[in-house]
């Protein structure tokens, strides 16, 4: 393993350095997604050799359900000139899909990288729901696009780590503790540690699922050396990196297939449309800040696992309801003047409205987490933003379509009557979550 | 739900009967398979309509490997003729792969199946381990074939009940019991019944646990019914209907890739090939006799899987470790004249060689399950049939030559100096266990 200490170059950026960061090939599958486009800047601002792999698979299926992100993004190649512009540092690219293994083989042959961040998946529990093309897509692309990478790294360099970005779905709602990734069980007068049961929520998490499943094996049978973030849902627009430029800008998307709870929602109170809760809302799951994303990858990167370790983080910050994020939201756009309601709407999924969740997230905080909270200023900050770009928000992408049992809700309007609360708190009819794209957002094959 | 109780049909075998046995359209997937034909014609034999779909997978993965069933058999059209010249019912053939979506969801309206048993897989570890190809086509086959069925089904026949073969080696091997499918948890004070934590050994059995995990989830939020057959190690050549007739045959795998362990030993026993045993041999698994497989299925078919419902069985009738097994085996060889040895190879596998194992398998017993349990006269007879076939063995099939971690033993000579055992079960030196193909045999895609 590669750990070149002290060889840190000077960052570009303002934002304070995890300590000492050493310089070092990184290849990042998803490089032009929400989160793995700042995550390559993030990594070449602190002065690593970055190369990103993306086949353009989030741009193209947004194109096929006609839907945007809200904000403008650059072409790769107009990205990849602005920040060489910035840094004068140059991101390197591939274009091609990380389910074709002799391209994955020849790229990882060619970086020979000493940690690659995984982003590479179809991230939309939606999207999977869809159809039966929809789901076959989404565990093949995740899966294969997972074992061609084992197997690249195996062959060139075994020793390089795996940061792969799970998700907190993984896990479900159990009744008991979320621990991260592991679990002490007693049974018969007998114990072990055992991997924590799964009980995921779409053919999207379980992809994730089966990913872990994967890699865990790859580690303990050939060594590898990886780390599972299980991610909670990501909001957030901006981070040092991509707010230096508008081309550097990373997209942001709030239609019902990519968008996220919390993203989504401040664009509805923005443009008058209500905040959808799905169902009760009292659907409790880990978020964290965008911000927070690139800084758990780069504890991850910095502190690798040991060889033939497969290392389980989960990464948020805080827990919310989904009625709680949706008043929040409600209230900060009330300040502003924006006249915002939630409503409750027949939930297209198949999940427990009301259930008990607490999920552990320590070890990211003992290795240095420093979280950006979420409170009133980041929902102004995040409103201001999109208010920039209100004129390119589409209400048509906004209401929920995609549902867990087709045909289930098919006696109801596609789009349901009005039932609005009174920003109170109080619920005055059916409301809805819109958890959307879950937790892994940006990324793309 | 179609259970037509009392409508069964007269059986042309002699083999006890299970029950009432209702008659239903039934849809064998991998139906050409060591135990898919043989399962088609006792479902035929008690009076069901039964279908098979097979792309003759198995074999053509023989013809790729220069390697072949040490039974001869015959056509698919062959088979079915006989059949039919003996029962006087039909088997209806589909050719084609469950991993084209199309396909199988064609099959499936036409046939609208009252349950499907799910064979159509690849089932070998060693197989799914030789190359990244290798390992792509085995999790891409199983998993996309099973989310395919899924699908399916859920479109045209959501009542019907899914019978999956999953294998005992999705469990690796834990310090504590392992329990059917699922386990209750204590922890901080709180407890749920949740998922057993699953430690496959290959990514053949990665791509069971995959399965597990999808047809779950089908069953939780789709109402979809399944029973997961996480089966042992099957060994044995005969069931009462392939024993009828030549052409009836099944095949019968004796090769380091697709055969199984017992198997293969009795044809090295038979050959004069040292039984080949990996490492210490201590190695413990489930096993059962292929009759007991039909049993097991025909069980899990007429007691079908309520709505909802994703009911897991382990089904194996004995626990063995590999050097029992070798030991059993060259025993009984020496009784009939023939002078077999045990030889300890040098593992390619990676895995536990001593370690503590107890799994429970009680759920098929209660439904009825009545064991052919393993003994001399069992080895003898297997011995008797191989014998018919001796000079279709080539030996060059029997040597273990898939690794598990590739290169690591190249050093030595792919066959290693001869360290042979004198029957009385002292080691003398390096032995052998070939689990081969896991639990699953029979199986094409």
Known sequence: ??????????????????GIVPAVHVLILGGDGYLGWPTALRFSARGHDVAIVDNFARRYWHLQQSTDSLTPIASLEERISAWEEHSGRRIKAYIGSVDEGDFLDRVVAEVLPDVVIHY???PSAPFSMKSREHAVLTQRTNVIGTLNLMFAIREHVPDCHIVKLGTMGEYGTPNIDIEEGYIEIHHK???DVLPYPKLPGSLYHLSKVHDSHN???ACRVWGLRATDLNQGVVYGIETDETSLDP???????????FGTALNRFCVQALVGHPITVYGEGGQTRGFLNIRDTLQCVEIAATHPAAAGEFRVFNQFTEQFSVLELAHLVQRC???VGLD???????NPRVEAEQHYYHAVNEKLLELGLEPHYLGDELIFSMLNVIRKYGDRVSLGQVEPKTRWRPGELGDEPEVPAPAETNG???????DDDILGEEGVPGAAV
Chains 1, 2 share one sequence.
Do not use: W
């Open 215 to 217: 890699l865990h094996f």
């Open 247 to 257: 081309r550097l800008v990373t997209r942001f998307d709030y239609d019902e297939v």
């Open 120 to 122: 590479a998946e179809q």
């Open 424 to 430: 109170s708190g109080t619920r005055s009819g059916p």
């Open 333 to 335: 756009a009330q300040e």
């Open 1 to 18: 393993m590669k750990i070149l200490v002290n060889e840190a170059r000077a960052c570009v950026c303002k934002s304070p350095c995890v």
């Open 340 to 346: 915002a309601t939630v409503r409750h709407y027949p």
């Open 189 to 191: 007068g007998r114990s």
